[in-house]
T-cell receptor
Framework: DIVMTQSPDSLAVSLGARVAINCKAS????????????LAWYQQKPGLSPKVVIS???TRESGVPDRFSGGGSGTDFTLTISNLQAEDVAVYYC??????????FGQGTRLEIK | QLQLHESGPGLVKPSETLSLICTVS??????????WTWIRQPPGMGLEWIGS???????YYNQSLQSRVTISIDTSKNYFSLQLSSVTAADTAVYYC???????????WGQGTLGTVSS
């Protein structure tokens, strides 16, 4: 199985600041048949189900604010949140789908306001 | 708008079988482009894929749970189910049913149901 490792485990950031959450895969997620990176990011607010914010490593889902962006390549990926808002407090997970239907998640990164 | 809803006993005794049903409304389960999926989240912890089922009945399981898991589907009645046998306290978690895109991410989630293993 592909192992996904996120860093940091948690962080506290001031409102309006820029946040970077990292995700490292145990193998490259660039698939030869699609030439795309098979990685998604989710946001899970307290008490709620997760919600996808980014697919294909950098494609923002419909309705997601443009302050959310995804980047990276190969095995290393980043979710960046610009101009942090109070409603962005959540746990963020990365997920690989290189070997569907089997999928694996990172352990999560808890984001709080300082 | 597609909706998924988990139901089933919230409390199961150790060594018994956890059985959950996911009822799907607002759309058809007869889809070439999606997998119907179970994911769990132990209290305060991360997400673990349990397994998925295609509309035609083919199933795929997490290797770590494969010997204890059965997922089935009934597209005519718009539901799919999870059975996890020989449960222990380590199986206590919020269990989510979800729809996975053919490519691989989860686009719809149920609200989750807490399954507690305790005598």
């Amino acid at each position: 199985d592909i192992v996904m490792t996120q860093s940091p485990d948690s962080l506290a950031v001031s409102l309006g600041a820029r946040v970077a959450i990292n995700c490292k895969a145990s193998q490259s997620l660039l698939h030869p048949t699609t030439n795309k990176h098979h990685l998604a990011w989710y946001q899970q607010k307290p008490g709620l189900s997760p919600k996808v914010v980014i697919s294909w490593a950098s494609t923002r889902e419909s309705g997601v604010p443009d302050r959310f962006s995804g980047g990276g390549s190969g095995t290393d990926f980043t979710l960046t949140i610009s101009n942090l808002q109070a409603e962005d407090v959540a746990v963020y997970y990365c997920q690989q789908y290189y070997t569907p239907p089997r999928i694996t998640f990172g352990q999560g990164t808890r984001l709080e306001i300082k | 708008q597609l909706q998924l809803h988990e139901s089933g006993p919230g409390l199961v005794k150790p060594s018994e079988t956890l059985s959950l049903i996911c009822t799907v409304s607002g759309g058809s389960m007869y889809s070439f482009n999606h997998y119907w999926t179970w994911i769990r989240q132990p209290p305060g912890m991360g997400l673990e894929w349990i397994g998925s089922v295609f509309y035609a009945g083919s199933t795929y399981y997490n290797q770590s749970l494969q010997s204890r898991v059965t997922i089935s589907i009934d597209t005519s009645k718009n539901y799919f189910s999870l059975q996890l046998s020989s449960v222990t306290a380590a199986d206590t978690a919020v269990y989510y049913c979800a729809r996975r895109t053919y490519d691989g991410w989860i686009d719809y989630w149920g609200q989750g149901t807490l399954g507690t293993v305790s005598s």
